[in-house]
């Protein structure tokens, strides 16, 4: 009879400890078998992340899930946010994830646009900020003077980056981080480059912009600024094919018409003495360097060399600029682009 006990107690024991393995590898053995990415937008409810898991397919077994769950006060601390499950991650850390809201930064890169539309866009697509709301924010007037910018120059706020946000992180919170990395960007040292030249933050900005969308090779970008500088000073028209583009709406023109620089449009510098209100693109932080480290020469005018390279020839005199422009316009002819 002893003998039977014994071996009895082994067995339970053996049985407990079977169960007790299985169940610790349920709850801290890798369960997530791929990485997964949870999206929970603002106000969510208990049912809505149990839903969202649900999609997942990380509701293996409903009723150890739930036990787990309850036991780790998951339901009383649920956190909106983006949540990155990675794979081999346990039942245990994806329950505490998302109950401390460990949520996964987001990389937002700003750059390379040119309407306002197309920047709230860009950033509605990556955060839960809605694309509408942010456009709404930054075209209103009370709104604008808070930031102190215009309708017209408000591009000029957002330097081109990457931040890191959160992607449930509110507009408020969103507006106010950028404003700080302007204001960051704009230190003493760029400041004083700008007043040396005779122009604002905002109209460096406003510049580049146009430098920007004027050169094809780097080393060209403070020798343009350069040119531009010189006919403000002198009171010239820029007359800046990129603002032509914008003013009509149509950047895929290949071939400025005097049709086209007659537009009344107020970007359009061949209509318009000096800057255009706003920005036409959104520069490079290095084209906004190269602004402020603008070569100093005597060049007035430059054109696309006629070889088609993305070089440009740089004049002093008129005549030698209607040269240059003669033969570029000579090859365009040939390869018959006439818009």
């Known amino acids: 009879m002893l003998k039977f006990f014994k071996w009895l107690f082994i067995l339970v024991f053996i049985l407990l400890a079977s169960s007790g393995y299985f169940l610790y590898r349920q709850v801290f053995g890798p369960y997530v078998k791929e990485d997964v990415e949870i999206k929970l937008p603002s106000d969510s409810s208990y049912e809505n992340l149990l839903s969202r898991l649900d999609e997942k397919a990380l509701i293996k077994n ?26 081999g991650s346990s039942l245990y850390h994806l329950i505490a994830t998302l109950r401390g809201g460990w949520q996964e930064p987001v990389k937002l890169t700003i750059n390379n646009v040119n309407f306002k539309e197309d920047l709230c866009t860009k950033i509605g697509a990556q955060l839960e900020i809605d694309s509408s709301s942010l456009y709404a924010y930054i075209t209103n007037d009370s709104c604008l003077n808070y930031l102190a910018y215009s309708q017209e120059d408000i591009l000029c706020m957002f330097i081109p980056n ?75 028209k820029l007359q800046a094919d990129p603002t032509v583009k914008f003013a009509l709406g149509d950047l895929s023109l290949k071939r400025i ?45 430059f054109c696309a060399k006629e070889d088609l390279s993305g070089y440009h020839s740089f004049n002093s005199s008129y005549d030698a600029h209607l040269k240059a422009a003669r033969l570029y316009q000579a090859a365009l002819n040939k390869l018959q682009i006439y818009e």
């Open 162 to 236: 990457t931040y890191e946000f959160y992607w449930n992180t509110s507009l408020n919170a969103f507006i106010e981080k950028i404003k700080k990395e302007n204001e960051l960007f704009w230190n003493e040292e760029r400041t004083e480059k700008a007043k040396a030249i005779g122009l604002e933050p905002e109209e460096v900005y406003i510049l580049a912009s146009i430098v920007e969308k004027e050169y094809k090779f780097k080393e060209e970008r403070a020798k343009i600024a350069g040119v531009y500088l010189n006919r403000i000073e002198l009171g010239m």
């Open 62 to 87: 409903p009723l150890l899930f739930n036990l787990l769950a309850q036991k780790m006060r998951l339901a009383t601390n649920v956190h909106s946010g983006k949540y990155l499950l990675k794979k």
């Open 257 to 301: 018409l005097t049709v086209h620089t007659e537009y009344n449009h107020p970007y359009n510098t061949y209509y318009n003495l000096g800057l255009p209100p706003g920005p036409i693109c959104m520069p490079e932080t290095s084209t906004i360097d190269a602004v402020l480290n603008a070569e100093e020469h005597n060049y007035l005018y």
